[in-house]
C-alpha cells in the first residue's frame, strides 16, 4: 500500500486508531529502557510495546553463512514488517514472529492486539517510507559510539553468553551496514535522543547520564522557553544547527541536575497535558533505569514521549 495511502486511511478512520510511537536505534541503544518506563507509566492495559527485531529471516545458526548481519534489510522480512505495521496503525490484530535474543532461534509466533498506544522499536522501523507513514511520532537514539560499543559488550556478555572478544568482533562485523541502514533512519525522526557524560566533566561515580534532545519541529512540541528562561548550567534549551545545517532545538538536560531543577520542566509538562496528566498515570515510573535507581535526564525523555503520545490521542479524540 503506498504510503500516501496509508496517511489518507489513518487520517480518515472512523474509528479511534492507536497513537504510534516508533523509536530507532542500533544494537545497545537504549531502546528497551527508554521503552519500559512509557509502558509502566501509561499501564499494560493501554500500551502495546512491538519489537520489529523479531523480523529476522534468518535463526543465528543460518545467519553464520551469510554475506551479511541481523541489521541487513536482506536479514529481515521489512515487506511482513510494513504490513503488520499498517494493521496495527489501522487498530487490527497481527500475528507477529518471535526471536528469542537468548538462544538466537525462531520460536512460536504470538497474537498482538492494538491498545490505545503502540511503541514500536528496533533496528529498522524507520527504514522505508511505508513503515514512517504508520507512525505519529518518530524518535532516534544516537548515543557515542564508543559508550553504546561498552553497553553492547557488558548486555551480550551477561545475557546471551558471549565474550568480549566475540562481541567487539560482531561489532567491526557490524559497523558497515550501521552506517549504511541504522543511522540514516536518524534524518527521519521527530525527536533524536543522546544520554551520554558531560564531555570535560569529570562527574562522580552514579552520576546519570545527560540527555541532549532535538526537537525537530516537524511535530508541535511543549513550549519550554520559558521555564528554561533563567540562565542555569544544569538545563537549558538552545537553538542549533542539525547536521543538515537546518536550525533545531537543543533541550539540553545534565546528569547532575538537582531534583528541583528538574522539577520546574517536569511540571511545565505535566500542565500542559492538563486532566490527561491524572488518568491513572504511574509516574513514578518514568525516569527508573534497570537498577533501580532514577535518573531525572531520562524520565524528563519519557515525560516528553509521554506528552506526545497524550496530546496526539487528545487530537484523535476531538
Keep these: 500500500m503506498p504510503h500516501r495511502i496509508v496517511h489518507m486511511l489513518r487520517a480518515r478512520g472512523q474509528v479511534r486508531r492507536p497513537v504510534m510511537l516508533a523509536i530507532a536505534g542500533d544494537s545497545a541503544a537504549g531502546k ?7 509502558v509502566r507509566c501509561l499501564g499494560a492495559e ?49 500475528l507477529k514472529p518471535v526471536y528469542d535474543h537468548s538462544t538466537g532461534r525462531l520460536v512460536r509466533p504470538e497474537l498482538v492486539r492494538p491498545r490505545d498506544f503502540v511503541i514500536v522499536e528496533g533496528l529498522l522501523p524507520l527504514h522505508t ?14 548515543p557515542p559510539e564508543d559508550l553504546r560499543h561498552r553497553w553492547k559488550i557488558e548486555r551480550d556478555c551477561a ?14 562485523r557490524r559497523e558497515p551496514e550501521s552506517a549504511a541502514y541504522i543511522r540514516p533512519q536518524r534524518r527521519w525522526a521527530d525527536i533524536v535522543v543522546r544520554f551520554a557524560p558531560v564531555a570535560g566533566r569529570a562527574d562522580p561515580p552514579g552520576t546519570p547520564l545527560s540527555a541532549e534532545l532535538l526537537l525537530r519541529p516537524t511535530i508541535d512540541h511543549p513550549e519550554l522557553a520559558e521555564v528554561l528562561k533563567e540562565p542555569g548550567t544544569a538545563m537549558h534549551l538552545r537553538l542549533r544547527r542539525d547536521t543538515d545545517g537546518r536550525p533545531v532545538d537543543a533541550l539540553h538536560v545534565h546528569g547532575y541536575v538537582s531534583p528541583e531543577e528538574s522539577q520546574v520542566v517536569k511540571k511545565a509538562i505535566w500542565e500542559r497535558l492538563g486532566p490527561r496528566a491524572g488518568d491513572g498515570l504511574d509516574r513514578d515510573a518514568l525516569g527508573r533505569l534497570a537498577d533501580g535507581t532514577v535518573s531525572d535526564p531520562l524520565a524528563i525523555t519519557q515525560l516528553l514521549l509521554l506528552y506526545h503520545l497524550l496530546e496526539t490521542d487528545r487530537r484523535q479524540a476531538a
Aim: hydrophobic share 35%; with cysteine.
Design 32 to 38: 528497551t529502557t527508554l521503552t519500559r518506563g512509557l
Design 46 to 94: 493501554r500500551m502495546t510495546a512491538v519489537c520489529v527485531d523479531d523480523y529476522h529471516r534468518y535463526d543465528r545458526a543460518e545467519r553464520r553463512d551469510k554475506p551479511f548481519t541481523a541489521l541487513h534489510p536482506e536479514c529481515n522480512h521489512i515487506d511482513i514488517m510494513e504490513q503488520h505495521l499498517q494493521l496495527l496503525s489501522m487498530g487490527e490484530p497481527i
Design 129 to 142: 517510507r511505508l513503515a514512517r507513514a504508520c507512525f505519529d511520532i518518530t524518535v532516534y537514539l544516537d
Design 159 to 172: 545475557t546471551r553468553g558471549y565474550t568480549p572478544e566475540q562481541v567487539r568482533a560482531e561489532l567491526a
